[in-house]
């Protein structure tokens, strides 16, 4: 601001300068930035490619309510499997991905398709028996101990 300042006050022509340049642009194309009345009554939305199991969880019904609430922006979830989703996205008939395959979301990022992966979650198997562990199975990976079971 002191530079401003005392770039302004040395010469009054260029005073009158700055000025008229800042009012010409404030009458010229500065009203294009605001949204019109129509803009500004447009329902906000975004749509949100998911995968069926996500959008049948009841997940997004607990989340989108609170996010509209805090943004003002309704979510429209299309459930799809992860494939069709991503796709849906390349299309640009989705603004935000939801879907759990890493290496696919990883080459939708890498492609230029998205911007940024964020892990949200991930599921573990579990194994639950007596305590004895009789099938011997205690601390394996899930397929080794399904494969002794089977």
Known sequence: MLLWST?????????????????????????LLAPSDAQAQAPRFMVMASTTSTEQSGLFAHLLPAFKQASGIDVRVVALGTGQALDTARRGDADVVFVHDQVAEERFVAEGFGLKRQAVMYNDFILVGPKADPAGVKGRDIAQALGKLA
């Open 7 to 31: 770039f302004v006050n040395r010469d009054a022509r260029a005073r009158r300068a700055v000025c008229l340049g800042l009012a010409a642009l404030a009458c010229s194309g500065w009203g």
